[in-house]
């Protein structure tokens, strides 16, 4: 079993819809649970982060962690244009390995 | 300026040939990574180092080797590039007292023919 699965995309919506972006993971060591966001030609940035399970909600974005079923979710609300970008679900285990998803790839349409 | 620069941007060359990509930082911050992005495998780690004198393999650091000649600099060697050595890679800082923020570089694009 792979250690990171993301839904593999790429996923098309209208502006204005609500988008929901899924990985699971298979090691319990992970310690932080993470989105970035990738634009095209750019470097990922770190969108969201948390480190225990529930909801962390920022402006038109949440984050949801169930350590459970070892499976995290990132929704946007009210999708724009400029949210079309590659998201990497990652996690921190512990500061001494980064392990990251494959990402999906989101275009949202005008 | 970009708080993390990575040069070249992109490298076209032949098997065989020795590659070295630069990573440049003004973040101040001790630990750097290299990393490679391929389509549908995302990013993967090839070494990271916490310090100047701290190197560490990451989960493919084959074919690769890295020196980290100050804080501020990190730069990744391919000795003899192969063609499935070609991809994108990019490299990224850290600071422990941030959480896992990582800060990243725009990336080289590499292609091996």
């Known amino acids: 079993q792979k250690e990171v699965e993301q839904d593999p995309g790429p996923l098309s919506v209208p502006e204005g819809a609500i988008v929901s972006l899924n990985c699971t993971y298979s090691n319990s060591a992970f310690q932080y649970f993470m989105w970035y966001r990738q634009y095209s030609r750019k470097g990922p940035e770190l969108l969201m982060y948390t480190y225990s399970s529930g909801n962390k909600e920022d402006g038109r974005f949440t984050a949801q962690v169930d350590k459970s079923s070892k499976y995290i979710s990132l929704f946007i609300r009210d999708s724009q244009p400029s949210d079309s970008a590659t998201y990497l679900c990652?996690?921190?285990?512990?500061?001494?390995?980064?392990?990251f998803g494959p990402g999906t790839r989101l275009s949202v349409l005008p | 300026d970009a708080d993390v620069t990575q040069t070249p941007r992109n490298r076209i060359t032949k098997t065989g040939k020795r590659i070295m990509l630069e990573c440049s930082q003004t973040k101040g911050h001790d630990r750097m990574y290299w990393y490679r992005q391929d389509p549908g495998l995302g990013l993967r780690l090839i070494y990271y180092s916490f310090d100047v004198k701290d190197i560490n393999k990451g989960e493919i650091s084959d074919g690769y080797s890295v020196s980290r000649q100050a804080q501020a600099k990190f730069s990744l060697s391919l000795e003899s590039a192969i063609p499935n050595q070609t991809a994108l890679y990019f490299c990224a800082t850290s600071d422990p007292g941030q959480g896992p923020l990582q800060h990243f570089g725009d990336g080289t694009r590499l292609s091996i023919l």
């Open positions: 990652a996690w921190d285990n512990y500061g001494q390995n980064f392990v």
